[in-house]
């Protein structure tokens, strides 16, 4: 499972990607706009930062304006993919994009029938909202499972993005279910990577090796 950054921060891309496992970004206007940049400066940025794909949202409601904005937003970089909603408008400019061989996002999928959807729209990637599934009660790593059982019994090569993952523990579950990518908030990956039995065995053999060339 590739690991994507949820993010507009410019050095929180900038820093995951020093770590040399970050596959993707994905962004979203309500990240847009609470990290305070231009929104095409922002996503350049991004795609200077990260070998790989970099979704943008339009914030347009009808296909023609989505399919309008999608061919902008690819003209910026190779590496853009175009984010649309989960609706009948999304739907159809999707299929316009994709078939200008345009990659496509297609987020806030709810079910696997929208899932499936998307998918024969030509969408590259459709995303799953995993925390707001939970938030309602519902079995957001079912809705990956069965997707993913969709997909490959129907050899359909839509990648599944994980989104909306709330803890580490998503991360583990989202590969377990099958998703291609997860997409995670800066403030989780740390959390990955954190371990007290790693610290405290790293503490030990620092010590011991300190002790052995006192002698």
């Known amino acids: 499972m590739k690991l994507y950054i949820d993010s507009a921060v410019i050095e929180q891309v900038r820093e995951i990607a020093s770590w040399g496992i970050l596959s993707g970004v994905t962004t979203n206007p309500s990240l847009i706009a609470k990290a305070g940049g231009d929104f095409r400066d922002t996503i350049v940025q991004i795609c200077d930062l990260v070998q790989g794909p970099v979704s943008a949202e339009v914030t347009t409601e009808t296909a023609e304006e989505m399919?309008?904005?999608?061919?902008?937003?690819?003209?910026?970089?190779p590496a853009v993919v175009v984010k649309l909603p989960t609706t009948i408008e999304g739907?159809?400019?999707?299929?316009?994009?994709?078939?200008?061989?345009?990659?496509?996002?297609?987020?806030?999928?709810?079910?696997?029938?929208?899932?499936?959807?998307?998918?024969?729209?030509?969408a590259a990637y459709v995303s799953p909202f995993i925390g707001r599934l939970e938030d309602i009660?519902?079995?957001?790593m079912g809705i990956i499972a069965?997707?993913?059982?969709?997909?490959?019994k129907h050899k359909i090569k839509t990648e599944i993005i994980a989104a909306s993952i709330r803890t580490a523990y998503h991360v583990t579950q989202?590969?377990?279910a099958g998703a291609d990518i997860a997409?995670?908030?800066?403030?989780?990956?740390s959390k990955l990577?954190?371990?007290?039995?790693?610290?405290?065995?790293?503490v030990q053999f620092m010590a011991?090796?300190?002790a052995s060339q006192q002698g």
Not at 100 to 119: D, E, H, R, W, Y
Not at 137 to 140: A, K, L, S, T
Not at 193 to 198: F, Q, V
């Open 146 to 152: 069965d997707i993913d059982e969709i997909f490959s």
């Open 193 to 202: 990577i954190a371990h007290p039995l790693t610290d405290s065995g790293l």
């Open 183 to 189: 997409t995670i908030p800066h403030s989780l990956f």
């Open 91 to 122: 739907l159809k400019a999707c299929s316009s994009l994709a078939g200008k061989g345009i990659a496509v996002n297609m987020t806030l999928c709810f079910s696997p029938n929208q899932a499936l959807l998307c998918a024969r729209a030509g």
């Open 208 to 210: 011991d090796w300190r």
């Open 137 to 140: 009660n519902q079995d957001g």
């Open 67 to 77: 399919f309008r904005d999608g061919m902008e937003f690819s003209s910026w970089d």
């Open 174 to 176: 989202a590969a377990l």
